[in-house]
Each structure stands twice: as structure tokens, then as C-alpha cells.
Nanobody
Framework: QVQLVESGGGLVQAGESLRLSCAVLGRTFNTYGWFRQAPGKERECVAAMRWSGGLTLYSDSLKGRFTFSRDNAKNTVYLQMNSLKPEDPALYYC????????????????WGQGTPVTVSS
């Protein structure tokens, strides 16, 4: 059975950093992704990574501030978020897919429960 367990969300001030973690239990997948969804907005892909390496996609608006990394031995992925801004608050989800790396949420079969990120100005 596949389970995704996220952690690391919280409340920070603008300009500070947070690191989200997502442990994937059960098996490995071809693609791992981080998404976020703010109230009243659609879910958007923050970043997506090929587990075997060599390809990581980032949202253009977030590139340079967010970094997606992984620990193969632990089947865990991380999202390092730096210089957080007032527009970054959302529920952040990790997800996994057997498909090629992509940003479409519909391609991801399993999702974590979401971890909230709040940024105070």
C-alpha cells in the first residue's frame, strides 16, 4: 500500500525559509512532485522530479527560490523554500506518478495529506 507522509509546514515571516519533507512508503515511482493550492485557487505544480535523476522541472515563478531534492535511500523528497513571500501561503502537497515528469495534477496517482504554509508580512 502506498502512503505519502508530509511534514515541515508552518508559520514563518516573509523572507524566511521552510523545508518540507515527504516520505513515500510502499514503493518508488518514476515521478515525484510538489503542488500547492491556496484558498479559491487551482492546484498548481511547484516542481516535479524524475526519481532516477537528470530532470527536475520548476514553476517559472518559483525557480530560484525553491529547490526540490531527494534521498533515494529513504524514498523521501524535500522542498526547500527560501525567501518566502506573502503570495506563497497554501496547502502544499507531495504526489507521485508512474508517468513521465510533468506538471499535470491528473497524472499523479497518490497524494499526501497536505501540509500548510503560512507567511506573515
Amino acid at each position: 500500500q502506498v502512503q505519502l507522509v508530509e511534514s515541515g509546514g508552518g508559520l514563518v515571516q516573509a523572507g524566511e525559509s521552510l523545508r518540507l519533507s515527504c516520505a513515500v512508503l510502499g514503493r518508488t515511482f518514476n515521478t515525484y512532485g510538489w503542488f500547492r493550492q491556496a484558498p479559491g485557487k487551482e492546484r498548481e505544480c511547484v516542481a516535479a522530479m524524475r526519481w532516477s535523476g537528470g530532470l527536475t522541472l520548476y514553476s517559472d515563478s518559483l525557480k530560484g527560490r525553491f529547490t526540490f531534492s531527494r534521498d533515494n535511500a529513504k524514498n523521501t523528497v524535500y522542498l526547500q523554500m527560501n525567501s518566502l513571500k506573502p503570495e506563497d501561503p497554501a496547502l502544499y502537497y507531495c504526489a507521485v506518478s508512474s508517468s513521465a515528469v510533468q506538471s499535470r495534477a491528473s497524472a499523479y496517482a497518490y497524494w499526501g495529506q497536505g501540509t500548510p504554509v503560512t507567511v506573515s508580512s
